[in-house]
């Protein structure tokens, strides 16, 4: 099986550069607008909160950033598979690991690269950092130093100390044996444990996996020496010595004949399809060398049927991925304001794991994998964009560090925890990984128009090897490929289909039926000929109502009014034909949909009731349940005026159309929004803020999500054309690459 998503270096080095150099920053979460509010968070006022720590350290907790903040720490010498790179290298790296906490549990860390290889000076270091941190998350360290710096940070630290390459992988490790010794009806006192790598995380694996009740003579641990036994002295030190088995076996090979389990994290192509011959009935095996395998889930199988089989891989099964562990392992213990993640948290985390992924699977997170997820052989691990696992494992690793004493303030209600838990993912990264999921099993053949700008290109290449679908770039090939070229993207010319207007078998077809509709029109078959062969957006536009696509991204060249004329000789995209521009704005957490602002110039409130209606469509399509606001500068009829009327009468024909989702109107922005200012209102029909606003004309709509963009540095996507026959998405003409992708996005999953 081969990966479906592919990246160039170039690619990569784009990412971690644009839109700004890194992938991590801070900002404000008081205001910092006025005299006073300095005056609070700095001098005079700070000296309060000081005085109250400095009485009560506790505190600190509730005054600063230290309850919800965690220091990634790293000095380089263990980058991934890469080796010792130094700590600046580990940079990336770093940022990478505080983002993910960042997007899974909303836990607020920071990278810190220290310059030393000496075990002692990143102790002294560590432990110096502790009163700005709620914890401390080791990563890409060297053994045996990894050993040394995590165990006596512990021994000196009041906060938790966890080295994620050893005991994240441990954690999702035993999460997924549990589940396979559960399939397999095995238990683990009884089983024959052999694992290869005897680093960080082989170690690790080992000791908490006896923790659960693994027998010491049961577990054979290898290096690359072979079997570590009672009294080999070779290649040994303290923490292989405590895991030397009691065994006459001296090699891998030996050691994996009638093996209930093997673990692997060592290197690829360590284990040979007769060593899995070799093994026990219905075998488990985790092959979690990165990025190639100890053994391919293929080559296991095709040896042992009755194999389960889990990699590191996410192209495969059951993915041991550690994102599925650290992220909640600390959300739980900065919660408990906890002095250490102990064994007990860790198996809890485990065992939560391994019964969610018993559970029914949400569709979203079946949609993302393009199959249906069940408790199996080939799914015995959740997946980590399932959006149970915010509120499912903090809570389990709470109360484990509760009932053993090391959380200095208890949760009282569980209940209302697990509430606080679900509203604090930004719900727009779960809808956009739901518009992707769409994406992705939908496999539409997207038409890119505009071949000739690097952007388009950029996005269309993304979108192919993303594995969103088929990317079709209208274009010159050898213009294309040159473009490409200039992008560092050469090699992508063969995977895109290019498509010239100038020698389509299908021109013929396509004039035919652009003369038809535009003959009457002014237009003779002279400009048809030159519409459909000079002009990229009426070419897409004709190749989509042909069948030739699935989808059609345009405009990023061209302004958007000018983009719908073109349109408009192939498709009926007018106001009069129902069509209507929906944009969708991202912004600290919220989203709120706003229309019209691509196709209505001035409505009526006719044309106000059928925007709503189809906004309130687009809201649906995106997983959000629609409450529209008819917004102007009055509130329900005051200040009276002859501008504010067609919103005041807006809600009356949607009234009398009986449509089946909430809207009320008019009124302001901040009633719309702001669950204060809506409580002057209480016969409002809304439930809560709006999350669409039908706004009185183009214009207005115009400046309102420009102001948003460019003053608050909301995301925005579209506007989404909704209610034309075919998928059409039209850019702005300042799109950046990714904005073009997140459009063909919402084209192949029909969003509109």
Known sequence: ?????????????????????????????????????????????????????????????????????????????????????????????????????????????????????????????????????????????????????????????????????????????????????????????????????????????????????????????????????????????QWKSAHAANTPHRTLEEAMVGADVFLGVSAKGAVTPEMVASMADNPVIFAMANPDPEITPEEAHAVRADAIVATGRSDYPNQVNNVLGFPYLFRGALDIHARAINDEMKIACARALAELAREDVPDEVAMAYGRKLSFGRDYIIPTPFDPRLIYRIPPAVAKAGMDTGVARRPIIDMDSYTLNLKSRMDPTASIQQSLYARARQAQSRMIFAEGDDERVLRAAVSYQRSGLGKALVVGIEEDVRQRLDAAGLGDAVRELQIVNAGNSRHLDAYKTFLYKRLQRKGVDQRDVHRMATRDRHIFAALMLAHGHGDGLITGATRKSALVMDMINHVFDARAQDGAVGVSVL????????????????????????????????????????????????????????????????????????????????????????????????????????????VVPARHSASISVKLMQEMAGATVIGPILTGVSKPIQICSTGATVNDILNMAVMAAGRIG
């Open 1 to 237: 099986m081969t990966r479906k998503t592919k990246f160039t270096p170039e690619e990569a080095l784009a990412y971690h550069y644009e839109p700004t150099p890194g992938k991590i920053e801070v900002i404000a979460s008081t205001p910092m607008a006025t005299q006073r509010d300095l005056s609070l968070a700095y001098s005079p006022g700070v000296a309060i909160p000081v005085e109250a720590i400095a009485r009560d350290p506790g505190l600190a907790y509730d005054y600063t950033t230290k309850g919800n903040m965690v220091a990634v720490i790293s000095n380089g010498t263990a980058i991934l598979g890469m080796g010792n790179l130094g700590a600046l290298a580990s940079k990336p790296v770093m940022e990478g690991k505080a983002v993910l906490f960042k997007r899974f549990a909303d836990v607020n860390a920071i990278d810190i690269e220290l310059d030393t290889e000496d075990a002692d000076e990143i102790i002294k270091a560590v432990s110096l950092m502790g009163p700005s941190f709620g914890g401390i998350n080791l990563e890409d360290i060297k053994a045996p130093e990894c050993f040394i710096i995590e165990q006596r940070l512990k021994e000196i630290m009041d906060i938790p100390v966890f080295h994620d390459d050893q005991h994240g992988t441990a954690v999702i490790c035993a999460a997924g044996l549990i589940n396979a010794l559960e399939l397999t009806g095995k238990k683990i006192e009884e089983c024959r444990i052999v694992l290869n790598g005897a680093g960080a995380a082989g170690i690790a694996c080992l000791e908490l996996l006896k923790s659960m009740g693994a027998l010491h003579d049961n577990c054979i641990m290898c290096d690359t020496k072979g079997v570590i036994w009672q009294g080999r002295t070779e290649g040994m030190n």
């Open 586 to 693: 991202l912004h600290k957490g919220r989203i709120v949909l706003i229309a019209d602002t691509l196709v209505h110039e001035w409505p009526n409130e006719n044309d106000l009731a059928d925007i709503a209606t189809k906004a309130a469509g687009v809201a649906r399509s995106i997983g959000l349940d629609p409450r529209v606001a008819f917004v102007s500068f009055s509130t329900f009829g005051y200040p009276v005026s002859e501008r504010a009327e067609k919103m005041h009468r807006a809600p009356e024909v949607l009234d009398a159309r009986h449509v089946d989702f909430e809207y009320e109107g008019e009124m302001t922005v901040d009633v719309a929004l702001n669950p204060a200012a809506a409580a002057h209102y209480p016969f409002s029909r809304l439930s809560g803020p709006a999350n669409v606003l």
